[in-house]
């Protein structure tokens, strides 16, 4: 038995075994540590450590890439690159524009992070003070029980735009706005349809939180929301692939698929942002993660903020904190995370902070396997994913145009898209027979646990964003 076949019946012997703005007068966020510690110093990962990690990394992606799968992977840890690999098309169906490192996906709602995370900004500058209400920031805003942090944490009651406005009668040719969410809600205020009628009673996953804090973010800071994503973040950390879609980048934005390969059509709920529109690539998604890491962005205290569960009234280990997913896992791990669907996009963000170690996926064709993404994460530390179900929308109200009134969405008219061909060129690095796409780095890290897989009987999630 050669070395390759017995390492990868090790990987899956060892899968099974364990499983315009106005200034604001507000509070500034946690002052407790104005500027969070730098990482300790310990021993960089050497040659064999990480040679090791990329060759199981190898055995868990590969057969994915091997299969339907269209779009990129990452995975880091302590500053390293395990594993960079990219697959398919910008248009998969025809097999044109070979996807590469530059190349950026709809995040879906894995967007909502920069969302909260500039709000928290907005917070420690001492610009607003999540504690108020949106009626505060928000003219005509009908809810004061509503605060920005009940938006951040989705225990505001509000139910989901993307339901209520695709219905009969609505003008589903014309792009909707997220003033026009706003305006929808302020001219409807007892509808039972938007409001639950209590804020801060349960957990509602829904992007109408989200398309408001957009809204709030322009108010208070004066700036369209894109361009106050791209001055406080994308351009500060080199995010030169990243970008907030608007009507503007209709000819550079790439198109998602159905699994027959049939383009998803542009539709009216598609210009709304704050929940989604974010575009980005494998490797500007690891900056950020790393920029979170730094310290250099967020105090501690704000950082803990966004890092704690505020949804305790059902048992298990899913929680929400501001902005981020999270698996309070039994043994006193936790997991942070965000998952995204958007139409054909699928999307992967899982963050290991005790083992600053990372995983991103990005799909566009409609892979739903992409979720099972999450169960490498046994590799890096005792997260017992193994058997866990990982598909976005998982104990949430539906957030996507699933369940609408309307059936399929009318297309909105959008502008051709010119494709320009890049030349995809990686580092590689050997691993037995195996070439993986790497860059190195040199940061901390030891050793982790194997991963531990079991084979799970897959539900059709509901979609979300």
């Not at 390492?7 to 200034?23: E, K, N, P, R």
């Not at 406005?165 to 007892?190: A, C, E, K, S």
């Not at 059902?314 to 998952?339: D, E, F, S, T, V």
Request: charged letters at 20%; proline letters at 5%.
């Amino acid at each position: 038995m050669n070395g390759k076949r017995l390492g990868y019946i090790v990987l899956s012997v060892s899968l099974t075994i364990v499983s315009c703005g106005q200034a604001q007068t507000a509070k500034s966020g946690p002052q407790a540590d104005t500027l969070a510690p730098a990482p300790v110093a310990v021993p960089a990962l050497t040659g064999p450590e990480a040679e090791r990690y990329t060759v199981m990394t190898e055995h868990f992606f590969d057969p994915m890439l091997a299969g339907r799968f269209n779009g990129s992977i990452l995975v880091a840890k302590n500053g390293v690159v395990l594993y960079e690999k990219y697959k398919g098309f910008r248009d998969p169906r025809h097999h044109q524009d070979s996807i590469t490192s530059h190349t950026a996906f709809h995040l879906a709602s894995i967007s909502k992070t920069f969302t909260a995370m500039s709000v928290l900004k907005l917070w420690q500058d001492g610009k607003l003070d999540i504690h108020d209400p949106v009626s505060k920031y928000l003219t005509g805003f009908p809810y004061p029980a509503v605060t920005i942090q009940s938006l951040l944490d989705h225990r505001s009651g509000l139910h989901n735009y993307v339901h209520y406005m695709d219905r009969p009668g609505m003008d589903r040719h014309t792009f909707l706005r997220n003033q026009d969410v706003l305006q929808y809600i302020i001219d409807h205020p007892n509808a039972r349809e938007i409001f639950s009628g209590q804020a801060n009673r349960h957990f509602e996953y829904s992007n109408t939180n989200y398309a408001l804090l957009a809204l709030v973010i322009e108010k208070v800071s004066g700036l369209p929301y894109p361009d106050y994503l791209s001055r406080t973040f994308f351009q500060p950390l080199g995010m030169q692939d990243t970008y907030v879609c608007t009507a503007t980048d209709s000819g550079r934005s790439m198109l998602s698929y159905y699994q027959s390969g049939r383009p998803f059509p542009m539709q009216f709920l598609d210009q709304v942002y704050g929940d989604k529109n974010v575009y980005s690539t494998v490797r500007d998604m690891y900056k950020w993660d790393q920029a979170l890491r730094s310290g250099q962005l967020f105090s501690k205290g704000v950082l803990d903020s966004a890092y704690s569960g505020y949804s305790f009234e059902k048992p298990g280990q899913h929680n929400y904190g501001l902005g981020w997913r999270m698996l309070l896992i039994p043994n006193g791990k936790k997991l942070i995370y965000h998952n995204g669907w958007w139409h054909g996009n699928r999307t992967v963000f899982v963050r290991m902070l005790d083992e600053d170690a990372t995983i991103i996926a990005l799909s566009n064709n409609d892979y739903k396997n992409v979720y099972s993404a999450k169960r490498l994460c046994d590799l890096f530390g005792d997260y017992r994913q193994g058997s866990e179900r990982f598909d976005e929308g998982e104990n949430d109200s539906a957030d996507s145009t699933a369940g609408s009134t309307s059936g399929e969405p009318t297309p909105v008219e959008r502008k051709p898209v010119v494709h320009t061909v890049v030349h995809h060129r990686v580092h590689t690095v050997t691993a037995g027979k195996k070439t993986a796409a790497t860059t190195r780095k040199t940061v901390a890290g030891k050793p982790a646990p194997a991963v531990h897989r079991k084979r799970t009987v897959k539900k059709k999630p509901v979609q979300s964003v």
